[in-house]
């Protein structure tokens, strides 16, 4: 049954390495919640439950995110909103597994305080392996595209608000951008100093005479 729904979900996702991962994550949250609860050392009579609750984990973590639309996400732009996606899969995930354990096996024959810390492990687990994909391509990865292209267009951005916080966000997370961030000029005195995406505010509007010559 278990593998029916995995392949089930396996052929109507193209995104098989993320499902793979989430299997895997899913394996890993459940051993350190294990490995928690009994104080580093499972018991052996603890560790046939372990391996009967695997496949019972994973199977409800694939489906539960694939028919939550987890995997229809571009985790390269993963936002606040992907993260509250995540934490609610994630708990529906826990809650199907609990009560299939609940319900086959009875309510005494596991640790129970072994739930709730699956569920913190893999949240933790989950929105961390998002965020390292939105690292990665917003830090570390280089577009081919963008390579050979002359020298970038150094920009000054006028007005560290919400738009310039934006269009700042948009060119640094766009490794083919054709600008260059030096900074930010504003006139709000409590902005001064400040810094935004990295990028510090280096004056006011009437600074742009002396700021021209230095970019």
Known sequence: F???????VFMK???IILIIVDSFLSFVALYAA???RFEFV???SVIEIFFSWIPIFMASQVVVFSFSGLYARIWRYTSLFDLYAIISASFTSSVIAF????????SELYPRSVLLLYFIFNTFLVISSRMFVRVYFTHYHKDVSNQGVSKKKVLLLV???KTGEKIAREIRNTSNAPYQIVGFVDDDPNRMTGKIHGYSILGNTRSLD???PLY
């Not at 278990?2 to 089930?8: I, K, P, V």
């Open 99 to 106: 009560l299939f354990i609940f319900f086959s096996m009875g």
């Open 159 to 161: 007005g560290a608000g």
């Open 210 to 212: 002396d700021l021209k």
């Open 42 to 44: 499972i018991p052996k």
């Open 2 to 8: 278990y593998l029916y729904l995995m392949l089930y």
């Open 13 to 15: 996702n193209r995104n």
């Open 34 to 36: 294990f490995f928690l």
